[in-house]
Nanobody
Framework: QVQLVESGGGLVQAGGSLSLSCAAS????????MGWFRQVPGKEREFVAG????????SYADSLKGRFTISRDNAKNTVYLQMNNLKPEDTAVYYC???????????????????WGQGTQVTVSS
């Protein structure tokens, strides 16, 4: 119903920046919000940031606030994640997710999202 494709991952040195993109297709208007999650081997997938398609309201993981910025371009059905001052601990596979339900609060758990992209690898060297 909704297809999500992440891009923009790669290798960057600590302190550098990287921008990720998530292109959505299919029943895009049935998705109320988009989110970015990340996961490393042996750990659970964790919330990074979220944004509503309508209004652009955002939410961030407290530990990442100030370094990461989520944004969207409704005309392009694309969500972005600008990552600045990257640290080695930011190394992970980053996933884009879409939530169908319209809610007041942006979801911060994987169970609140219905569609997922394939992920894009971000590696930060020390």
């Amino acid at each position: 119903q909704v297809q999500l494709v992440e891009s923009g991952g790669g290798l960057v040195q600590a302190g550098g920046s990287l921008s990720l993109s998530c292109a959505a297709s299919g029943r895009t208007f049935s998705s109320a919000a988009m989110g970015w999650f990340r996961q490393v081997p042996g750990k659970e997938r964790e919330f990074v940031a979220g944004i509503k398609w309508s209004g652009g309201i955002t939410s961030y993981a407290d530990s990442l606030k100030g370094r990461f910025t989520i944004s969207r371009d409704n005309a392009k059905n694309t969500v972005y994640l600008q990552m600045n001052n990257l640290k080695p601990e930011d190394t992970a596979v980053y996933y884009c997710a879409a939530a169908r339900r319209l809610t007041v609060r942006i979801g911060t758990t994987t169970g609140e999202y219905d569609y997922w992209g394939q992920g894009t690898q971000v590696t930060v060297s020390s």
